[in-house]
């Protein structure tokens, strides 16, 4: 191990650990495993659906307690259906994707419209990049996040999402991680399950039970290298 590894590593052994999710049910087998181990530097949250909701839960909790690093656990749509249901990655880098205006028949996001710099903070090119090193110490499949406050569903909104973002995963909470922590400049990562496809609203075709499985497996065992 080199040294920057191990003070890296040293880091977020002293520092609390903030777990948020939107709802009881995304972390339910880590609560119970919570309840049992007692971490002392492990706090929960759960900041309510939506971007409003996290963004005030978050930002509300970090002026009781700082933490050193932020992990928040939840299910989402893939808009990539080559990884199978199930699967849970970690997002690199989210956006607001329904932050937009219909133009000449056309959906136009507000960095489009140039009402918004790309570059403003905490953008970088209209993106929320999580650039916090520990996600290289995670091996799962990084991706683009997209965050909405409207479930997609129709086939003109999953188009539209395709060209303009290129996303992976779509959440309801998800910027709202990537916006607060990057003002507050404290560490984070987003892991996310995938539980169905984007536009499936047939749910015997989710695999939400999966989903939650293996995403607090994958929480649980992140925690242990803490």
């Known amino acids: 191990m080199s040294r920057n590894y191990g003070t890296f590593f040293y880091f977020y052994k002293v520092m609390n650990c903030l777990i948020a999710a939107a709802t009881v049910l995304e972390i339910s087998p880590f609560i119970d495993y919570y309840q049992h181990s007692k ?9 309510g659906i939506g971007i409003t909701a996290a963004t ?51 959906l136009k996001t507000l960095f489009d419209l ?44 999953i188009k539209f999402y395709k060209n303009s973002f290129n996303p992976v995963i779509e959440s309801m909470e998800g910027a709202a991680l990537h ?9 984070f990562i987003q892991l996310r399950a995938i539980s169905n496809y984007a536009g499936e609203r047939d749910k015997r075709k989710w695999k939400m039970k999966e989903a939650v499985t293996n995403l607090n497996n994958e929480l649980i065992g992140l925690l242990h290298k803490l």
């Open 39 to 47: 971490k002392p530097v492990t706090d929960l949250l759960i900041t």
């Open 114 to 157: 140039k009402l918004v710099p790309r570059d403003q903070y905490p953008y970088t090119n209209g993106w929320l990049v999580n650039k916090n090193e520990f996600l290289n110490k995670i091996k799962l499949k990084k991706v683009t996040g997209i965050s909405v406050n409207e479930i997609t569903t129709a086939d003109q909104k």
């Open 179 to 187: 916006y607060v922590c990057l003002m507050e400049k404290i560490p």
């Open 56 to 106: 005030y839960a978050l930002t509300k909790q970090f002026t009781i307690k700082r933490p050193g690093l932020v992990i928040q656990a939840g299910v989402g749509g893939s808009f990539d259906t080559a990884l199978p249901l199930g699967t849970v990655v970690v997002v690199k880098k989210e956006t607001i994707a329904d932050q937009v205006v219909i133009e000449l028949g056309e």
